[in-house]
């Protein structure tokens, strides 16, 4: 028992050492500028901005928030970001106009190949992509499950949602959403997944383990055009960008009752959630702005100026 507890209290102790000392730094790719804007997240101040190569797109952090992936959509390709230095270490071909991605918790990254209609799965250590799965046409959004036995990719054109068995690195089914699904997001035990459709100005929630949506409401926002997911912590809550409509719908997440708005700016397009909960940021791509919003109140407190069309978000917190 004293050596459980000893390797318990071990284990504890790597995973905090894991994630010790976050930079805080937000990080927002500017689709227009070719560059990459950094943040200090807890003020608002830009630090510096990475010039990352051509169109950059979708963003994402390694398991343990040492590499930042940028997708370079122009160059087919994902930079790769040291975080701490800030300094570019590499770049990674995950196959043709690849257009955003998903980190599996092991650190692979399941990439949307956009015009091939399919997922490109890469190892970023080796550089070698391991598996391409044939999914339906234009894919886009991308999201892992906590355990990482599933992800799911949203094809735009084929307005589906298809969950890929991680292990057997096939399709296993395949769900007809609304049309034009633009964001994915999961809870945190992987039981439900949301996703939000852009033409159909819907959200909706998928039970995963009966493979079916169980829920779905109509977005009542004029010149809504749903994009980004993102859940609270505490799962009571889920926040949706709305484009062209530039407000944030927050929605009962087990309801989808539309509980508020929020005026941000102009185009809001992709989102981020700080890990408490507490901060909201959006990037504007109209209004060339990151809003940092309180969700406490609801209502954005700052208006960051970056660069040009902002597209997505993440956050090393």
């Not at 996703?195 to 109509?218: L, P």
């Not at 010149?223 to 809550?237: C, F, G, I, R, Y």
């Not at 005026?263 to 791509?285: C, H, M, P």
């Amino acid at each position: 028992m004293k050596f459980k507890q000893l390797l318990l209290s071990m284990l504890i102790l790597v995973s905090v050492s894991a994630w010790a000392d976050p930079t805080y730094r937000l990080f927002v790719t500017n689709e227009k500028d070719d560059t990459v804007s950094v943040i200090d997240s807890r003020t608002g101040k830009i630090e510096t901005t990475i010039e990352i190569g051509d169109r950059p797109r979708g963003i994402g952090l390694s398991p343990d928030h040492k590499i930042l992936y940028v997708v370079i959509s122009e160059e087919n390709a994902i930079a790769m970001v040291d975080v701490a230095t800030l300094k570019i270490i590499g770049k990674l071909k995950p196959g043709e106009d690849p257009e955003t991605f998903a980190v599996h918790p092991n650190g692979n990254l399941y990439v949307s190949n956009e015009d091939d209609a399919k997922v490109s799965v890469i190892n970023p250590e080796s550089g070698k992509i391991l598996y391409e799965i044939k999914v339906g046409i234009e894919p886009e959004p991308v999201a892992a499950s906590p355990n990482g036995d599933i992800v799911l990719v949203a094809s735009e054109s084929t307005n589906m949602v298809h969950i890929i068995d991680t292990k057997k690195h096939e399709v296993v089914a395949n769900i007809l959403v609304g049309a034009r699904p633009r964001g994915l997001a999961f809870n945190h035990d992987g039981s439900l997944a949301y996703v939000s459709s852009e033409i159909a100005n819907e959200v909706a929630i998928i039970n995963i383990e009966k493979r079916k949506v169980i829920k779905t409401a109509a977005i009542d926002i004029e010149k809504s055009k749903p994009m980004a997911l993102v859940l609270s912590p505490d799962e009571k809550t889920l926040y949706l960008t709305t484009g062209r409509a530039s407000k944030v719908a927050v929605f009962n997440a087990k309801t989808l009752e539309l509980v508020a708005t929020i005026d941000v700016g102009k185009r809001v397009w992709g989102a981020v959630l700080s890990r408490d909960g507490s901060t909201l940021f959006t990037a504007n791509g109209l209004s060339h702005t990151v809003s940092m919003v309180d969700t406490a109140s609801n209502k954005s407190k700052m208006e960051i100026e970056v660069g040009q069309f902002p597209w997505g978000l993440a956050l090393d917190d």
